[in-house]
């Protein structure tokens, strides 16, 4: 990679918008191995190719770069927007925990947005990177979580990272009312916190298991 000349950046970067889907592709993973700042708003532009892998690769080179506006670039990928492919979540969360400590802030601040599947792939990030600073924000948007995706992946965080949480708090999972993996969840966590399993427990199967949106 390293003997790819700089000329060539911007013709990699140009190339991303090419009407053949094996070179935006090749585009985007030789510019995942130069770390190429100035392309983060065209990959941001591939994250809803029409092609998978154009946004798998699109994904794993905004990783690979890292950053914040790179994270924001991807948060706002996962959003539904009519017209266009939508970033799969699972991209997603890859992408963000590839980007590390470079993504936390804009990581903790997704778990307030206002899109739930926003706030599901910023929760399953929390949990993979394991950032105990956001416990108090876990907590206090899993009180106000409706939405059975997002709840999902809250209560897999509050596992992962042993968040304190009353009774109540993860109780109100257990109705009739929410999906079956949103309580399977629930009792995951609760069973985490309570030291049952005498270590941290991931549920890997909700995110499977529960669609986000």
Known sequence: MNAIP???TPMLRLALSSGSVDRRVRAARLIAARRDVRAVGRLGACLRDPDER???AAAEALGAIGGTTSARVVRAAVAPR???ADLEPALAV?????MGMSAVEDVIGGLYDSEPRVRAVCARVVARLSLLRARPDVRRRLACEQVPAAAAALLDAVAALGVPADEPLT???L?????TAVQDAALVARAALAGVSGEPVRTVG???????G
């Not at 890859?94 to 590839?98: Q, T, V």
């Not at 909700?206 to 986000?212: D, H, R, S």
């Open 175 to 179: 109705g009739t009312g929410w999906p």
């Open 206 to 212: 909700v995110w499977e298991a529960t669609p986000v």
């Open 82 to 84: 009519p017209g266009y």
């Open 171 to 173: 109780a109100r999972f």
């Open 94 to 98: 890859s992408a963000l925990a590839d």
């Open 6 to 8: 700089q000329l060539a």
């Open 54 to 56: 154009v946004r798998a």
